[in-house]
């Protein structure tokens, strides 16, 4: 069959509140205990028990639907439920949340099935090859500009060619996919990130700035060091960043102060991991551009969040 192997999505409910790396391998959907529970807004305990049940009744084979896998950063193997188990475990809880689940994975499997990577693939080369022209267009009027610096009345335009060449490849949707950093990430503890919520609460004169609502903030900090088997889902510490400042934003953790709150702890990561400023000592991102992705992110659709993470990655990438 055609579809790629450890394919990931994020599913996020209409509600917006409800935010799950789903895994897509050999025709069917992958979640731990602990996803499904928050799919389903339940204790795990009772995940658990329904599970139980699926198997001790003969509702479906557990040999054959599940998966025991070997996670980043874990001390212990944990076990992955296909989406014959997932909609099992939803009609005993009669979830309602359940059925949009099932409806939004069966339409993304049937989607791959479709259209097939290998097509996909196929379209992405061509498309790769036409941008790139646009590029050395873009690199020879660069070129062009910087021989007519001294004798014309556009020196000032060459101080922008990093960022027209950005706005660029976002129209023409080229925006970096990968971070350039891929060396052991150093991951500041949940400790950490709470001590720059509370150095921010003296800063803004409300009772409501960093009071969390649930254990999404947690879940956000938590999630950018996760992978499957011995990869990262997120290979770069680039792509880390980007990863953390979307879903603390986008997880609305806090009463108020989500954007602050997700920047401050944005800077802290890529400061933890030395890239907060260039090689030539110049800060990586300035304040208005911290300001700018903050509010992209958070006026975002949820179908937006790869170009999100994509403008994010980009940005870090080029400035180093």
Known sequence: MIIMENQIEI???????????????????WLSQEQIGKLFSRERSVITKHISNVFKENELDEKSNVQILHIAFSDRPVKYYNLDVIISVGYRVKSTQGTK?????????????IQGYAINEQRLAQKQQQVQTLKDGIRILGRAIERKIDDTDFAWLSQFAKGLELLDDYDHEELDRKGISTRQAIYPELADYEQIVEIMKADFDSDVFGKEKDGSFQSAVIQISKGFGDNDFYPSIEEKAATLLYLIIKNHGFVDGNKRIAAACFLLFLERNSLLESRSGEPIISNEALASLALFAAASKPEEMETVKKLVVSVLNRNQ
């Open 101 to 113: 689940f099932r409806q939004w994975a069966t339409q993304r499997l049937k989607d791959y099935l």
């Open 11 to 29: 599913y996020q409910s209409a509600d917006g509140r409800t935010l799950i790396e789903v895994k897509f391998e050999e025709e069917t959907v």
